[in-house]
C-alpha cells in the first residue's frame, strides 16, 4: 500500500498546532477554571459537603496549653519588693468545637453558636491538675482597685469583709480548682449583697466561664453572592458594633470569626478578626511565605502595634485608659477588673515592664501569635495563638490585705490555642488542592511541548519526502543535528 508522504507531514503539522494550541488555551483558561472550582467550595453551603463539614465540626485537633506564673515571695511583695514567678506547666486541655442552631437567611448570611468543652490531657502535660500553685488572689487585690475611689469607710468595711472570710492577698490552690472554679464564702456573700459585681454566680475561676460555654451568636455572610465577604462576621449578639472602647475605629467588629478566611490572598493581605474574649478585633499581618507538609502557605504573625498603647500608636487610643506600651486594659468588659492582656512574657511590650518582675523570658519562638494560611482557598493550616493574663495590682489605703505592693503589672497565666490539619483532612486537602493543579500545571506546558516535537518532526518529514535519494541520508543527518539543537534551547 503506497503511503501519501505528503499528507503525513500534514497531519503531523495538524496534529502539532492542535496541541500546541490545546496547551496554550490551558493556560489561559485553566486557572480560570480552578479559581471557579475554588469559589463553589469555598462558599458556605451545606451542598459543599467537605468545607462546609470543615466549617461546622472543625475535624482539626485543637489543644490550649496553659502556663501559670508561681508566686515565689508573695510576703515580700507585700512589704513592697519586686515579685518574682516561677512558670509551671503547660497543663493541656483537648478543646472541642461544634456549631449549633445554624440558620441560613436569605441576604446571603447564617447564624449560629459555637460551643467549646474542655478535656485534661495528662500524656501531654507536665504536672497534673492536682499540682498546687500561688497566684494573685483575684478577688480581694481586683475588688480592692475597683474600690480604691469610694470612701474610706467602704474600703475598711471591704478589708474586715475579706478578714471574716479569711481571704488573702495571694491564693494557694490546685491548678484544677484555679482553672474551673472553687467553692468560696466571699464569692456566695458579693453575690448575694453587691449582685452583678463579679462575672459568675457559682464557683469562682479563671475559666470558668470557658468550658461548656459558647462565644455567642455570630451572624457571617457565605459569600453565595460574593466570595470576598465569605466567613466575614456581620454582627455578634446582634450588634455592629462594640460599646466596649472609646472610638468608632476601636468598636468595630472586623474580619471573620477567627477559624477561616476569604480565599485568594496576596501578600498585601491581612487576617483581621473579632475575638469575644478579647473583647475586640484583632488583625495579624504578613510575615513570610513557606510550606506546611508539603502545601504552599502564607505566615501572618500579630505586629508589635496590636496591644501597643495610644503614644506609641494613635489608632490604639480608643482602648485607653492605657499603660505601658504590650498592655490592653480589658476592664470595659470584665466588671472593671483591673485586668490586662498582653502576649506571654510581655513579648513585643515596653521593656520596662519586665523589670517590675522577675522570671520572664519572651522569646519570638515560644510566645509569638502566628496563623500559617493556605492563601488559594483562606484555610488555616497551623495556628498559635498565644495570649497573657495579668491583674494590676497596687497599695490601697483602708485595704489591708493589700500591705505595702509597689504598683505593677502582674502576670498570673499566659495560655497558647493550637491546632494544625493532619490526617485524612491534610490528606484530602493536599491532593485536591496542591497535587491536582499542580498536575494541570505541568500537563498544560506538556501539551506546548509535545507540539512543538511534532511540528519539528513534521518539518523533518516535508523536507525528506520531497529529497533525492541520494539527498536523504545526508538531510537526516543535517535535521538531526538541528533538533537536537532546537530541543536543547
Known amino acids: 500500500m503506497q503511503i501519501n508522504k505528503s499528507r503525513v507531514a500534514v497531519g503531523f503539522i495538524v496534529a502539532g498546532i492542535l496541541m500546541a494550541i490545546f496547551g496554550a488555551s490551558f493556560i489561559l483558561v485553566g486557572q480560570a477554571v480552578m479559581n471557579d472550582q475554588v469559589i463553589k467550595n469555598t462558599v458556605l453551603d451545606p451542598k459543599n459537603e467537605f468545607s462546609y ?30 515579685p518574682m514567678v516561677e512558670q509551671r506547666g503547660p497543663y493541656v486541655y483537648r478543646k472541642t468545637i461544634q456549631k449549633d442552631n445554624i440558620t441560613f437567611h436569605p441576604n446571603n448570611t447564617v447564624s449560629y453558636r ?12 507536665v504536672g497534673n491538675e492536682s499540682d498546687v500553685v500561688t497566684i494573685p488572689n483575684m478577688l480581694v487585690l481586683g475588688a480592692s482597685i475597683m474600690m480604691e475611689n469610694l470612701p474610706r469607710g467602704l474600703r475598711v468595711l471591704l478589708s474586715a469583709t475579706f478578714k471574716a472570710f479569711n481571704e488573702e492577698a495571694f491564693l494557694t490552690k490546685p491548678v484544677g480548682e484555679l482553672m474551673w472554679g472553687y467553692d468560696s464564702k466571699l464569692v456566695d456573700f458579693l453575690n448575694k449583697y453587691l449582685p452583678g459585681m463579679l462575672p459568675t454566680s457559682g464557683k469562682f475561676g479563671l475559666f470558668a466561664e470557658f468550658n461548656n460555654s459558647n462565644t455567642g451568636l455570630f451572624t457571617i455572610f457565605t459569600g453565595k453572592d460574593d466570595i470576598r465577604k465569605v466567613h466575614r462576621v456581620d454582627s455578634w449578639n446582634g450588634l455592629t458594633t462594640l460599646s466596649y472602647w472609646r472610638t468608632p475605629q476601636c468598636n468595630m467588629i472586623n474580619g471573620t470569626a477567627g477559624q477561616l478566611w476569604p480565599p485568594f490572598m496576596t501578600k498585601e493581605s491581612t487576617l483581621p478578626f473579632y475575638s469575644p474574649d478579647a473583647c475586640r478585633s484583632l488583625e495579624l499581618l504578613y510575615q513570610r511565605q513557606g ?29 485607653c485608659p492605657c499603660r505601658q506600651s504590650g498592655l490592653l486594659n480589658v476592664s470595659s468588659c470584665r466588671h472593671n477588673s483591673p485586668v490586662f492582656i498582653s502576649q506571654p512574657h510581655f513579648f513585643n511590650a515596653d521593656p520596662v515592664l519586665l523589670d517590675y518582675v522577675l522570671g520572664l523570658h519572651p522569646s519570638e519562638e515560644e510566645h509569638e501569635t502566628f496563623i500559617e494560611i493556605h492563601p488559594l482557598t483562606g484555610v488555616p493550616l497551623n495556628v498559635a495563638v498565644r495570649l497573657q493574663l495579668n491583674l494590676y495590682l497596687k497599695k490601697v489605703d483602708g485595704i489591708g490585705e493589700t500591705g505595702s505592693i509597689s504598683e505593677v503589672v502582674m502576670p498570673m497565666i499566659w495560655f497558647q490555642e493550637t491546632g494544625y490539619i493532619d490526617g485524612p483532612v491534610l490528606s484530602t486537602f493536599r491532593n485536591n488542592l496542591v497535587v491536582l493543579p499542580a498536575v494541570m500545571e505541568y500537563a498544560q506546558y506538556g501539551f506546548i511541548g509535545i507540539g512543538l516535537v511534532v511540528l519539528l518532526i513534521a518539518d523533518y518529514s516535508g523536507s525528506v519526502f520531497i529529497l533525492a535519494p541520494g539527498a536523504k541520508e545526508r538531510h537526516l543527518e543535517k535535521s538531526l543535528s538541528t533538533l537536537n539543537s532546537r530541543l536543547r534551547v
Open 291 to 319: 510550606y506546611f507538609k508539603g502545601v504552599p502557605l502564607y505566615r501572618f504573625n500579630a505586629p508589635k502595634t496590636l496591644f501597643a498603647n495610644g503614644t506609641e500608636y494613635p489608632p490604639n487610643e480608643g482602648f
Open 53 to 82: 463539614t470543615m466549617w461546622r465540626d472543625v475535624p482539626v485537633p485543637f489543644f490550649m496549653a496553659v502556663y501559670f506564673f508561681h508566686v515565689v515571695n508573695p510576703k515580700e511583695i507585700l512589704n513592697g519588693e519586686k
Open 114 to 125: 459555637e460551643y467549646r468543652s474542655y478535656f485534661f490531657e495528662p500524656s501531654m502535660s
